[in-house]
């Protein structure tokens, strides 16, 4: 089936024919990486946040294809961009984002956008209204590189990363991990975790303390994905019990919805959760289950060195393995 042109937002959006036609490729350009096949393409990548392996992994994938990208971070030698519609524009912002993406769209072939939220306000915030303003108005293939709610991306190279070491996803237990942290950060990793685990038939638990519990929306739909695929999805607040028999732990700390935008009053609650965290102890509880987390990570905070460093970590496959998915992503939507 023809992926040309179609937009990445979430990886809910997409059939799993089409995810497994992506992830198909991936292993292919693995063992290949070297092609001519975007050769006169470009990419715009459009970020509003810092980046390592996104930029850097996005960059190589264009270029082992033939390809070009091109960044453009805001605010440093790009415009600041509005992306209210309707709004008189007499603030900070420059340009609007409908007139960003209508003209990037006619000089490049498709177009990345970084843009984490503020941890503000919730309900506003959740409606990812500048992933969604750039999809709606360029007339190219927009990829999500992470944005509030959705990082289809890092997702994708985690059930390809999956795959390569369990052999099969059906009926495995995946637990996301909520870890302690110093700082608030958003969900969209974890929403992404859960929801192509949960995709791909995995037995979805989260752990979690009850006031970091992920969004309603994004749990109603893990439950629809796990239903679908015959496989079950429950929430644990307390982490030995879910790391029963786990055989993959991926670790990620989150912001809570109830707290959004307080922050004096969660950083209370969470230095009360210094627990919270992956050591040796706590996975020899588990089915001899592989670590995995999406980077950058805090060492000794989240997870212990004597786990990120052990054999069964999967950090940097993972890690690796962005590169992999977006060269097929780009291969297959802008070919």
Not at 29 to 54: C, D, E, G, Q, Y
Not at 107 to 120: M, S, T, W
Not at 150 to 167: F, N, R, S
Request: a positive charge; glycine letters at 4%; aromatic letters at 8%.
């Amino acid at each position: 089936m023809s992926l040309k042109n179609k937009n990445l937002v979430s990886t809910q959006d997409w059939k799993k024919e089409e995810l497994d036609q992506v992830l198909d490729l991936a292993i292919k350009l693995k063992k290949k990486p070297f092609n001519k096949n975007l050769a006169n393409k470009t990419l715009f990548m459009v970020f509003f946040n810092p980046s390592l392996r996104t930029r850097s992994s996005f960059e190589t994938a264009m270029n082992q294809s033939g390809g070009h990208a091109v960044n453009l971070a805001i605010g440093q030698g790009m415009w600041k961009l509005e992306h209210q519609e309707g709004t008189v524009m007499n603030g900070e912002c420059a340009e609007h984002i409908k007139d960003a993406a209508k003209v990037l769209s006619r000089y490049g072939n498709a177009i990345g956008v970084r843009c984490f939220p503020e941890l503000k306000n919730w309900k506003k915030e959740k409606n990812d209204s500048i992933i969604k303003g750039f999809a709606k108005h360029a007339s190219t293939p927009v990829i999500n590189m992470e944005s509030t709610l959705y990082h289809p991306c890092q997702a994708l190279a985690d059930i390809m990363t999956v795959k390569e070491h369990l052999g099969k996803t059906k009926k495995k237990k995946f637990v996301l991990a909520w870890c302690y942290h110093p700082k608030a950060l958003p969900t969209a990793v974890p929403n992404s975790a859960a929801l192509i685990a949960s995709r791909y038939g995995m037995d979805t638990t989260i752990a979690c303390p009850k006031e970091f519990e992920l969004d309603p929306s994004i749990i109603k739909s893990v439950k629809e994905n796990c239903k679908l695929n015959g496989s079950k999805m429950e929430i644990v607040n307390d982490m030995d019990k879910a790391l029963k028999g786990a055989d993959i732990v991926y670790a990620k700390s989150w912001g809570s919805i109830n707290y959004y935008g307080n922050w004096d009053e969660e950083k209370i609650l969470r230095n009360k959760l210094k627990d919270w965290k992956i050591t040796k102890q706590k996975m020899q509880l588990t089915n001899n289950a592989k670590f995995m987390h999406c980077l950058p990570v805090r060492r000794n905070v989240v997870v212990d060195d004597a786990v990120i460093d052990s054999k069964n970590s999967l950090v940097y496959d993972e890690a690796e393995n962005r590169l992999h998915v977006q060269k097929a992503l780009l291969n297959s939507i802008m070919r």
